[in-house]
């Protein structure tokens, strides 16, 4: 009989609620700490809320991991109604202490409940959560299972168009953005995630510019078999980015208006794609 497995995240992930709730995901939500109020991702302030006030702050907002006991909460539920395993995926360890919460959480639990690192954020983590759920859906046993989302991991890509720089810098956690921000200013940025590191792909004067190598990016990657386009608080450009492209892929895109946990490193307006190359 195939072992029956479960699957944990957490918000920044950026699993849409009916997704999740379809492929009975479990997500942790992150939390994102604004003007001296914690807010539970996903509750008490909307995106689109948070987007709209995120230029008026003078202190930024700042983001905090869910806490060992909510990782073991859920670990602990799931293993008492009936899972063998839990497979708990989780952003760059290099970006994000939600990582080390769930793996100290899960020393409790033995070979029971696995720790994966995505490298990743947003749809490129959700996309390894959720293409695990459907295999193990489909009967998969671990070892295919993990095959699946180390393959996954590794073909996943990132790439947007960031209004502003300022943001990730801010973040502190690129060290390019620290050094180029007297630069770049009046820039644009193209960055891509992979593997946890931030990079720079180039940079636009005006947003046409920006959308357009955008494009060019995402088709460089060849075949595409998963596609969500990513925003934050930019949804017509999102819309129509998503029907221009929404023919290049077998399964109908996601359109994602980034987590809170996110796009505070980020910042307004920015878009993008998560996207699963064919190879």
């Given at each position: 009989?195939?072992?029956?497995?479960?699957?944990?995240?957490?918000?920044?992930?950026?699993?849409?609620?009916?997704?999740?709730?379809?492929?009975?995901i479990?997500?942790?939500?992150?939390?994102?700490?604004?003007?001296?109020?914690?807010?539970?991702?996903?509750?008490?302030?909307s995106?689109?809320?948070?987007?709209?006030?995120?230029?008026?702050?003078?202190?930024?907002p700042?983001?905090?991991?869910?806490?060992?006991?909510?990782?073991?909460?859920?670990?602990?539920?799931?293993?008492?109604?009936?899972?063998?395993?839990?497979?708990?995926?989780?952003?760059?360890?290099?970006?994000?202490?939600?990582?080390?919460?769930?793996?100290?959480?899960?020393?409790?639990?033995?070979?029971?409940?696995?720790?994966?690192?995505?490298?990743?954020?947003?749809?490129?983590?959700?996309?390894?959560?959720?293409?695990?759920?459907?295999?193990a859906?489909?009967?998969?046993?671990?070892?295919?299972t993990?095959?699946?989302?180390?393959?996954?991991?590794?073909?996943?890509?990132?790439?947007?168009?960031?209004?502003?720089?300022?943001?990730?810098?801010?973040?502190?956690?690129?060290?390019?953005?620290?050094?180029?921000?007297?630069?770049?200013?009046?820039?644009?940025?193209?960055?891509?995630?992979?593997?946890?590191?931030?990079?720079?792909?180039?940079?636009?004067?005006?947003?046409?510019?920006?959308?357009?190598?955008?494009?060019?990016?995402?088709?460089?990657?060849?075949?595409?078999?998963?596609?969500?386009?990513l925003?934050?608080?930019?949804?017509?450009?999102?819309?129509?980015?998503?029907?221009?492209?929404?023919?290049?892929?077998?399964?109908?895109?996601?359109?994602?208006?980034?987590?809170?946990?996110?796009?505070?490193?980020?910042?307004?307006?920015?878009?993008?794609?998560?996207?699963?190359?064919?190879?």
């Open positions: 009989m195939p072992m029956k497995i479960s699957l944990v995240t957490d918000s920044t992930a950026d699993i849409p609620a009916e997704l999740a709730a379809c492929h009975a479990e997500v942790v939500p992150a939390i994102v700490n604004v003007d001296g109020r914690s807010y539970v991702d996903g509750s008490g302030i995106r689109e809320e948070f987007y709209n006030l995120l230029p008026k702050l003078v202190i930024p700042t983001t905090s991991a869910p806490s060992v006991g909510d990782f073991q909460e859920r670990y602990e539920r799931l293993l008492k109604v009936g899972a063998e395993v839990v497979l708990s995926i989780h952003p760059a360890d290099k970006l994000s202490g939600i990582f080390n919460a769930a793996r100290l959480a899960a020393q409790d639990f033995g070979e029971r409940v696995r720790v994966l690192d995505s490298g990743q954020v947003s749809l490129g983590l959700g996309f390894q959560v959720l293409m695990a759920a459907e295999a859906a489909r009967g998969a046993m671990l070892d295919e993990l095959s699946l989302i180390d393959a996954v991991r590794r073909r996943v890509r990132v790439a947007a168009l960031l209004e502003t720089i300022e943001y990730v810098r801010r973040s502190g956690r690129v060290s390019w953005a620290r050094a180029m921000i007297g630069s770049l200013l009046q820039i644009q940025p193209l960055i891509e995630l992979r593997y946890g590191i931030v990079e720079r792909l180039g940079q636009a004067r005006t947003r046409a510019q920006g959308i357009l190598r955008l494009t060019e990016v995402l088709n460089s990657w060849g075949p595409i078999e998963r596609l969500a386009v925003h934050t608080n930019a949804e017509a450009a999102a819309r129509l980015l998503l029907e221009d492209l929404k023919s290049r892929v077998p399964i109908p895109p996601l359109l994602v208006n980034v987590t809170t946990a996110v796009g505070t490193h980020v910042g307004p307006n920015c878009l993008g794609f998560a996207a699963v190359p064919v190879s």
